[in-house]
């Protein structure tokens, strides 16, 4: 698939224009069901004046393993304002083999013994780097490590980085590129709220730090998330920067004339979750003498047609699903949120509504609630009884109770999303 990608990408991509000049690079995702929006980076690009544009490239990631969606990606992003660089246009046959054959590679790794104080962990580290189940991003992350390392054997000059940062092999191997072929360039990682306690790709660890896989400077998109960043390296240089994806936030509106009957779902990356999700909704309220009408909002990378046929019953009349990919114009009509583990949590919470977060009955939960945030703006649960308890509380709240979720969710706005402007696009860009 890599290689029919880089031969389309060879007849249909216009070879990009460099001037001698310092550019920007901004690691990104890209997707043809996103082809009109930035659902990454928001209003970043609306938002810079027309010398700021000149020198930033987005370097995207697709997000669509097929050909035809690559090509009409690939079609739609040259016909966009936007300057994108797909690392097709710098890679090679060879590159993709080198990354290919890495699956083969790592079994002549020596892996010694380890432990963590009393506990012998040596067969799980093992099992981590022999049996990589992750294929995708391993392959992809080193052939981002090759695009960066053809990039430097050109005359094209990068002043500053910037990783959209999850701490994946993605992330890794882009920071590690650019501190080895791109020794006087700056780099930043970006991170957008994520913080669930047991998602510990994306906090930075001392060792990441020294073997420079992950830099030493970070941004944020509002000033209360710079403590979570700082949890394993106290010491890590952490700016806070506009909230590019969030600043519907900011926008505002009339007094929401709104059915208070009206929840929204917002469903997971995981078809198992989305599943057991809705069945337990379904089975709460398929029956239930209230009115309640449920919106599904599906996650990009998943069909509502997959959630539908792998349901263990109908979907009943007040189910339903969505044509509407914007998440503000449907949290803005809806007076509650459910869903697993989400960032959205945080979004709603900051416009007053609550949230219920519903509790993983596999394993562990990525809870995305902030430890400082009041408790009667949210709840967790993981049966019928506490859902069906929590979603009629929320439901009949009081005008008094209404107001003080409001101002709340005023001083939550403030304080985890930034809101764009000048001085800030260029604490970014510094």
Known sequence: IRIFRLICSRIFLKKTSFQ???????????SYDYKDED??????WDSLNAE??????FVPTSVDHGILKYLKTLVSAQ???????????????????????????????NIGESSLRYIDTSKLVKESMLENRDVYSTFEAFLTYAFIKNISETDIKVK????????HPIDKMWNLGFYRFFQNTSRLAYETFRSFPYYLSTYPIPTEISSKVVPNDFAVQGK?????????????????VPA???QYLWHETDSNDVNNLNILVAFPISITANVEILDLLISSFSLSEINYQFILKTHPTISAEKIASNLSTKLPDNFVFSSERSFSKLIRASSLLITEASSVCLESLALGIPVIVMQSSRGLTYDPIPDDIPQNLYRRCNSSKTLKESVYHFTHLSESEIYRNNELGNEIRANYF???TSEGIFRFLK
């Open 39 to 44: 659902r990454w980076y928001g209003l970043f």
């Open 224 to 240: 209360a998330c710079k403590r979570f960043l700082k949890e394993f390296c106290p010491n890590l240089n952490v700016k806070s």
């Open 20 to 30: 001698n000049k310092e550019y920007i690079f901004i690691d990104t995702f890209i």
């Open 160 to 167: 500053l980085s910037i990783d959209w940062f999850e701490g």
């Open 52 to 57: 700021q544009k000149e020198e930033i490239f």
């Open 418 to 420: 930034e809101p764009i």
């Open 244 to 246: 590019f994806k969030n």
């Open 79 to 109: 016909n966009s304002e936007k300057k994108v660089l797909f690392k097709e246009e710098f890679l090679y046959i060879k590159d993709i083999f080198y990354a290919y054959l890495h699956k083969f590679r790592r079994h002549h790794l």
